[in-house]
Every structure is written in structure tokens, then in C-alpha cells.
């Protein structure tokens, strides 16, 4: 595999982290104050690799839901890549999990972590080890992911209603 293929695929795998997070509530008796990040979003960001590099990213996302599941499907592009994410997640109790796969890349993995109003937490797993923190409003998301061990550092995102 060379360099560019294995920074690739991790880039894949951060981004792929960074989208699987939006929860949906588990009832209308009790509304989840996520509710208002469901529809459509774009943004970009930046991906940072080691030894200084760094690469901007445009996305779109969309994402949908009832109950307690969501269905997300992200398109993400940059000078030398094209992204296609699809994710399944659960919200109960504050908890969320769930799957994820890059479609391009064929690469998978798993999500977990908390929530809370305007703010969610995740420990992601599968081919890379990564935390993300997600900050949002009604009409943006600011999103930081943190990858450990490997050439891709982290990635920086701003996403906006559109």
C-alpha cells in the first residue's frame, strides 16, 4: 500500500468519524435537541497530515431520521479525493452508537459516546483509533476530530443549513 493510498483511507476514516454523529430523539414525548440538525448542510474544512500538511475539504451532507435512528449520507471532496459516507446511528439516554461505512474506500467501523444539548462526544473505532468533539447551533456545526497513531492528525469542519 503506498503512502498516499494509507493517507487516504485514513482521511476517509476521519471523515467518515466526523458525520456518523447526529442523533435523533427516541420519542416526541421527549424531544432531542437534535432534532434541528436534521435536512441538509455544507461546509469545509481542513485536514491536517503529519509533517506539517494540511489539505482543504468541501462537504455536503444529509441527514434523515425517525424514532430513534438516523440515516446520514455524506459526499465530501478535496484536491485529491472523493468521499461517500453512509451511517446508521441510535440515540438513548444520551448514549449514542452505531456503524458506519466509507463507500469508496470500503472501509467501516463503530461509534460511541454521549450527548448533551449543543454538544456531543465520541470514541471512534475501526482501522484508526480517533475522538471527535461536535459543538452546534440550530444553524451551524463546528466539528474537531483528533486521530492517534497515524499520518492523519486530526480534521477541522464548519458545516451551515443550506
Do not use: H
Request: with cysteine.
Amino acid at each position: 500500500m503506498t503512502l498516499r493510498s494509507t493517507i487516504g483511507r485514513l482521511v476517509v476514516i476521519a471523515i467518515a468519524a466526523l458525520f456518523i454523529v447526529v442523533p435523533r430523539s427516541p420519542s416526541y414525548a421527549d424531544p432531542s435537541p437534535f432534532d434541528t440538525l436534521l435536512g441538509s448542510w455544507g461546509g469545509s474544512g481542513e485536514i491536517s497530515l503529519d509533517k506539517g500538511r494540511k489539505e482543504r475539504i468541501k462537504c455536503n451532507a444529509y441527514y434523515t431520521g425517525g424514532g430513534s435512528d438516523l440515516g446520514m449520507a455524506i459526499r465530501c471532496q478535496s484536491d485529491n479525493y472523493k468521499i461517500e459516507i453512509r451511517s446508521k446511528l441510535s440515540y438513548s439516554g444520551g448514549r449514542l452508537s452505531g456503524n458506519w461505512e466509507e463507500r469508496t474506500f470500503n472501509a467501516s467501523g463503530t461509534a460511541s459516546g454521549t450527548a448533551s444539548p449543543n454538544k456531543i462526544s465520541l470514541a471512534i473505532k475501526g482501522g484508526v483509533t480517533a475522538t471527535m468533539l461536535v459543538n452546534y447551533t440550530k444553524s451551524s456545526q463546528s466539528v474537531n476530530i483528533s486521530v492517534q497513531g497515524v499520518a492523519l492528525q486530526g480534521v477541522r469542519i464548519a458545516l451551515g443549513r443550506s
